[in-house]
């Protein structure tokens, strides 16, 4: 079974940058697709990145692309998420989620989920 503990979380002031990290247990890492999904306040959960087994393909929302970057590096059993000009609308709790039929947009299909860690942007 697969361990997931999130952190990097902080809060910073619009337009700074902080990095997410997931470390998961266990070595069987690169057989699952890695995703970001954050929730705020009085809002749905919603999809933020995603990567394939292998990192060599990503995906973002609409809302985050060419600000976050999704990498993942197997042997570390980490996968990452850098976020830059960061908007007060980011504010929210991030979970990394693991899934092992693949990527997905929707939250339903990972198996796992870390404990989450919360980002804060102040204007």
């Known amino acids: 079974q697969v361990q997931l503990v999130d952190s990097g979380g902080g809060s910073v002031q619009a337009g700074g940058s902080l990095r997410l990290s997931c470390a998961a247990s266990?070595?069987?890492?690169?057989?699952?697709?890695m995703g970001w999904f954050r929730q705020a306040p009085g809002k749905e959960r919603e999809f933020v990145a995603a990567?394939?087994?292998?990192?060599?393909?990503?995906y973002y929302a609409d809302s985050v692309k060419g600000r976050f970057t999704i990498s993942r590096d197997n042997t570390k059993n980490t996968v990452y998420l850098q976020m830059n000009s960061l908007k007060p609308e980011d504010t929210a709790v991030y979970h990394c989620?693991?899934?092992?039929?693949?990527?997905?947009?929707?939250?339903?299909?990972?198996?796992?989920w870390g404990q989450g860690t919360q980002v804060t942007v102040s204007s």
């Open positions: 990567t394939s087994s292998s990192g060599g393909s990503t």
């Open positions: 266990g070595r069987t890492f690169s057989i699952y697709a």
């Open positions: 989620a693991a899934a092992r039929g693949g990527y997905s947009r929707n939250g339903y299909e990972y198996n796992y």
